[in-house]
């Protein structure tokens, strides 16, 4: 990866932190779109309007709740560790931030140069993605112990319980992916999925895995119907009991960036990544729809399915998914060296 | 940055510790607000209260303390419940009630007759058009007085409506609390369609004071049936939907199914009624078994469940709704010509135009709004099938214009006896779908 010359090193490290800031800048942004989004398709679900006051068509409706939130205080209980219960959307941020490296938007080169169009690439991006997957769980249980609060408490242990059980469906799933695509690295999967390769993308023979990665996804994000970690009719909000302001948006805000992380991810792993008609330079272009697909499946879920109960997430994630999901990887291995 | 997070004093640990006895079974007030706190987890366990549930010695057990309302989502209003959780699991539940208790009942006392009906609409506060109904019965049994054949159908009109309306509010925030968020919308949608009904008979969406004593308060006005069949044309599409939406849901008939059984004796021994009993078999109904106010003139059937499990419960008032669909169709069918209410003037104001014309209204009227009427010594206890159960009023007359006490039997504050045994030992989220198959209003249990 030789850019413009001279020294390799520096030049590649510049566009690494270009790379970055851009990434982070875009999704920064995209947040209040997805969030106005939900609430405008929620509201038609619904029978009702969604926001409609702040700006043309409830446009700014984001901005004023992000307003809103930076302007309010961060209460503290008397119970709470306080440092700690400061740390947890951090780290929720951080971790969320940080998977979207290694998404692919484009081929290298898509755009001129020898720009790649992805933060890294990693060649053990999809144990990079459970990496960071897995150390989200800390922000969750963190933020609940140290809210010093009952609710919270229980809350964080739901969510601990729920993480870790669909983390290992959510691995076996992309095994078969992995194993297809002879990589861990998203670019190579994405490359495999388009014509130089076998011009299938994985979601054809590897469906099972793509139904499997579906759901455990909704459970990895915390997202109806898996939000035990934040059922409010049961644990008031869970592990964002009490939290207010700013930090109670870090956690929502890192929810959101959970829900394109594995859009994302499903994306490169099923949906054929940036393959699409057209010149290659649309590589982006398609991405972003496929994400945007899943997106709207993730709030169209929301608005229809009611909440799981302990016991079924439990029995669901370790005795459906697991070994459907064990299964699947069994039946491609064999077939892969049968073929 | 100072260390305060985990230096809860530790004199209350011994306050919060359940001992033996009676009198130390809840430790005092102030003590209990501080066991909610989680500060000393490492050290002793505040807030773990030691019961023996299984009997066990050796079983090192820890309880949690929650304490579940008067502010919280899913507690339809103010309810307050102190529960004790071994992880998930519900051991023990205490409903706390009286955070929203207005004595509605001792104000009636100070209130002529008829301007209590203001006030007893007030205690359910979704059922409004019931409370009216059972105090107005109970009144007109005192004064012997007969209410018009147009009266009758006109309040069991309304009342059914009522009864529609109260049961969708159910449904709305019930899959609420289970997590079906659109279902509130839908069903206040159509919710919506019974109040403008009651808007246009009476000039009010809630508490309509449409019921008087011996009769209703005003005529429906013209347009108002068209506008009522317009309604009943559209809900059983409507119910169709909500059934398309969570009957066809394997995750709400997960939920639903085999959670929260009673057994009918045990409903039957702590005095439950309503939509509760109904699911597990017992078809008591008082439209059906003490036929009031022409009730016994419909054909209607009283929907009943098997299990009496939460998705009987579902089922029973998703049913009553198509029920009472059919007895508003046919009251507007058969809707008498007469007059409204009684013509008796000592208890029903004259109609206006009278006043200009006839000495004898206008001192009617006077006396009337100026003292009310007086009621002869006696007592009587009505009862009607409010959307929650038997709705009792009891009426003690002195013989004054005021009554000398008004008694409501509220079946929220009846059924809610039965959560224990619905929720006990079943996981929170269930015990949460418990409360909200369970129905309570709060306005109505504290009254």
Same mark, same amino acid.
């Given at each position: 990866?030789v850019?413009?010359g001279?020294?390799?090193?520096?030049?590649?490290?510049l566009?690494?932190?270009?790379?970055?800031i851009v990434?982070?800048a875009?999704i920064?942004?995209?947040?209040?779109?997805?969030?106005?989004?939900?609430?405008k398709?929620?509201?038609?679900?619904?029978?009702?309007?969604?926001?409609?006051?702040?700006?043309?068509?409830?446009?700014l409706?984001?901005?004023?709740?992000?307003?809103?939130?930076l302007?309010k205080?961060?209460?503290?209980?008397?119970?709470?560790?306080?440092?700690?219960?400061a740390?947890a959307p951090?780290?929720s941020?951080?971790?969320?931030?940080?998977?979207?490296?290694?998404i692919?938007?484009?081929?290298?080169?898509?755009?001129?140069g020898?720009?790649?169009?992805?933060?890294?690439?990693?060649?053990?991006?999809?144990?990079?993605f459970?990496?960071?997957?897995?150390l989200?769980f800390?922000?969750?249980?963190?933020?609940g112990w140290?809210?010093?609060s009952?609710?919270s408490?229980?809350?964080?242990m739901?969510?601990?319980?729920?993480?870790?059980?669909y983390?290992?469906a959510?691995?076996l799933?992309?095994?078969?992916v992995?194993m297809?695509?002879?990589?861990?690295s998203?670019?190579?999967?994405v490359?495999?999925?388009?014509?130089?390769?076998?011009?299938?993308?994985?979601?054809?023979?590897q469906?099972?895995?793509?139904?499997?990665f579906?759901?455990?996804?909704?459970?990895?994000?915390?997202?109806?119907?898996?939000?035990?970690?934040?059922?409010d009719?049961?644990?008031?909000a869970?592990?964002?009991?009490?939290?207010s302001g700013?930090?109670f948006?870090?956690?929502?805000?890192?929810?959101?960036?959970e829900?394109?992380?594995?859009s994302?991810?499903?994306?490169?792993?099923?949906l054929?990544?940036?393959?699409?008609?057209g010149?290659e330079?649309?590589?982006?272009?398609?991405?972003?729809?496929?994400?945007?697909?899943?997106?709207?499946?993730?709030?169209?879920i929301r608005?229809?399915?009611p909440?799981?109960?302990?016991?079924?997430?439990?029995?669901?994630?370790?005795?459906?998914l697991?070994p459907?999901?064990?299964?699947n990887?069994?039946?491609?291995?064999i077939?892969?060296?049968?073929? | 940055?100072? @260390?305060?997070?985990?230096?809860t004093?530790?004199?209350?640990?011994?306050?919060?510790?359940?001992? &033996?006895g009676?009198?130390?079974l809840?430790p005092p007030?102030?003590e209990?607000?501080?066991?909610?706190s989680?500060?000393?987890?490492?050290?002793q366990?505040?807030?773990?209260?030691?019961?023996d549930?299984d009997?066990?010695p050796?079983?090192?057990?820890e309880?949690?303390?929650?304490?579940?309302?008067p502010?919280?989502p899913?507690?339809?209003g103010?309810?307050?419940?102190?529960?004790?959780l071994e992880?998930?699991?519900v051991? @023990?539940?205490?409903p706390?009630?009286?955070?929203?208790?207005?004595?509605?009942?001792k104000? *009636?006392?100070?209130?002529?007759?008829?301007k209590?009906?203001?006030?007893?609409e007030?205690m359910d506060?979704?059922?409004?058009?019931?409370?009216?109904q059972?105090? *107005?019965?109970?009144v007109?049994?005192?004064?012997?007085?007969?209410?018009?054949?147009?009266?009758?159908? #006109?309040?069991?009109?309304?009342?059914? #409506?009522?009864?529609i309306?109260?049961?969708?509010?159910?449904?709305?925030?019930a899959?609420l609390d289970?997590?079906?968020?659109?279902?509130?919308?839908?069903?206040?949608?159509?919710? &919506? #369609?019974?109040l403008?009904?009651?808007e246009?008979s009476?000039?009010?969406?809630?508490?309509?004071?449409?019921?008087?004593?011996g009769?209703?308060?005003?005529?429906i006005?013209p347009g108002?049936?068209a506008?009522?069949r317009?309604?009943?044309?559209?809900?059983?599409?409507r119910?169709?939907?909500?059934?398309?939406?969570? &009957?066809?849901?394997?995750?709400?008939?997960q939920?639903?199914?085999?959670?929260?059984?009673?057994?009918?004796?045990e409903l039957?021994?702590?005095?439950?009624?309503?939509?509760l009993l109904?699911?597990?078999?017992?078809p008591?109904?008082?439209?059906?078994?003490?036929?009031?106010?022409?009730?016994g003139d419909?054909q209607f059937?009283i929907?009943?469940?098997?299990v009496?499990d939460?998705y &009987?419960?579902?089922r029973?008032?998703?049913?009553?709704?198509?029920?009472?669909?059919?007895i508003?169709?046919?009251?507007l069918?058969?809707?008498?010509?007469?007059?409204?209410?009684?013509?008796?003037?000592?208890?029903?104001?004259?109609?206006?135009?009278e006043?200009?014309?006839?000495?004898?209204?206008?001192?009617?009227?006077?006396?009337?709004?100026?003292e009310g009427?007086?009621?002869?010594?006696?007592?009587?206890?009505?009862?009607?099938e409010?959307?929650r159960?038997?709705?009792?009023?009891?009426?003690l007359?002195d013989g004054?214009?005021k009554?000398s006490?008004?008694?409501?039997r509220d079946?929220?504050?009846?059924n809610?006896?039965?959560?224990?045994?619905m929720?006990?030992?079943?996981?929170?989220?269930?015990?949460i779908? *418990?409360?909200?198959? #369970?129905?309570?209003?709060l306005g109505?249990i @504290?009254?």
């Open positions: 990866m850019l413009l001279a020294d390799p090193v520096v030049e590649t490290t566009v690494q932190i270009v790379k970055a990434i982070f875009v920064l942004q995209v947040v209040p779109v997805i969030l106005l989004l939900e609430r398709l929620l509201g038609r679900f619904q029978q009702r309007y969604g926001p409609n006051r702040v700006g043309p068509k409830g446009a409706q984001p901005f004023a709740d992000v307003l809103k939130l302007s205080e961060s209460s503290t209980p008397t119970t709470a560790v306080p440092w700690m219960m740390i951090v780290i941020i951080v971790t969320a931030v940080a998977t979207l490296a290694i692919p938007f484009g081929p290298q080169g898509a755009w001129g020898d720009l790649g169009l992805y933060g890294i690439d990693v060649p053990i991006g999809l144990l990079y459970f990496a960071f997957g897995s989200a800390y922000a969750f249980v963190l933020g140290a809210s010093g009952k609710y408490f229980l809350g964080a739901r969510s601990a319980a729920q993480l870790i059980s983390e290992v959510i691995g799933s992309l095994l078969g992995a297809m695509a002879g990589s861990l998203l670019v190579d999967i490359e495999a999925q388009g014509s130089a390769g076998k011009g299938i993308w994985f979601v054809v023979p469906f099972v895995g793509f139904i499997i579906m759901v455990a996804g909704f459970a990895e994000s915390s997202r109806p119907p898996f939000d035990l970690p934040e059922s009719a049961e644990l008031v869970g592990y964002n009991t009490e939290y700013m930090r948006g870090s956690f929502f805000m890192a929810e959101y960036i829900v394109i992380v594995i994302g991810v499903a994306t490169a792993c099923f054929g990544g940036w393959h699409g008609p010149p330079a649309l590589a982006p272009l398609w991405v972003v729809l496929k994400m945007f697909a899943f997106v709207l499946f993730f709030i169209w608005a229809t399915l909440r799981l109960r302990y016991d079924q997430l439990m029995f669901l994630g370790w005795k459906v697991l459907l999901a064990t299964l990887v069994l039946v491609t291995a077939l892969l060296v049968v073929t | 940055m100072t @260390d305060g997070g985990l230096d004093p530790g004199e209350s640990q011994s306050g919060a510790r359940r001992t &033996d009676p009198a130390a809840l007030y102030r209990r607000e501080e066991s909610i989680l500060g000393t987890l490492d050290e366990p505040v807030s773990g209260t030691e019961v549930i009997g066990g050796d079983r090192e057990t309880l949690m303390t929650i304490n579940l309302g502010h919280h899913a507690t339809h103010v309810l307050r419940l102190l529960c004790t992880g998930e699991v051991r @023990d539940i205490k706390l009630i009286g955070y929203v208790h207005t004595g509605i009942e104000s *009636c006392e100070d209130q002529e007759y008829w209590a009906i203001t006030f007893v007030r506060y979704l059922a409004y058009y019931f409370n009216a059972v105090y *107005c019965m109970s007109e049994t005192l004064l012997e007085e007969e209410v018009p054949p147009r009266a009758q159908y #006109l309040r069991v009109i309304h009342m059914e #409506l009522n009864r309306a109260s049961h969708l509010f159910w449904l709305g925030t899959a289970i997590g079906a968020i659109t279902m509130l919308w839908w069903a206040l949608r159509e919710r &919506d #369609l019974m403008d009904l009651f246009m009476s000039g009010q969406r809630l508490h309509t004071r449409y019921f008087q004593v009769g209703v308060f005003e005529d006005p108002w049936e506008k009522c317009r309604a009943l044309e559209v809900m059983p599409a119910l169709d939907q909500y059934e398309a939406l969570l &009957d066809e849901n394997e995750i709400w008939l939920r639903m199914k085999n959670t929260g059984i009673v057994a009918r004796e039957l021994a702590l005095g439950v009624t309503g939509p109904r699911a597990t078999g017992e008591w109904d008082l439209r059906k078994a003490m036929p009031y106010s022409s009730y419909f059937r929907p009943v469940g098997t009496g939460n &009987d419960r579902y029973v008032r998703l049913a009553e709704i198509r029920e009472s669909l059919k508003v169709e046919q009251a069918d058969g809707l008498p010509e007469g007059p409204f209410i009684t013509s008796n003037r000592k208890v029903a104001l004259p109609p206006r135009h006043l200009a014309t006839s000495m004898e209204a206008l001192i009617h009227h006077f006396k009337l709004v100026t009427f007086r009621v002869p010594p006696g007592e009587a206890y009505s009862a009607i409010s959307p159960g038997e709705l009792g009023c009891y009426v007359a004054s214009a009554p006490r008004v008694h409501m079946p929220s504050f009846v809610l006896q039965s959560l224990k045994a929720g006990e030992n079943s996981l929170i989220a269930d015990f779908a *418990c409360i909200a198959m #369970l129905d309570p209003i109505g @504290d009254r």
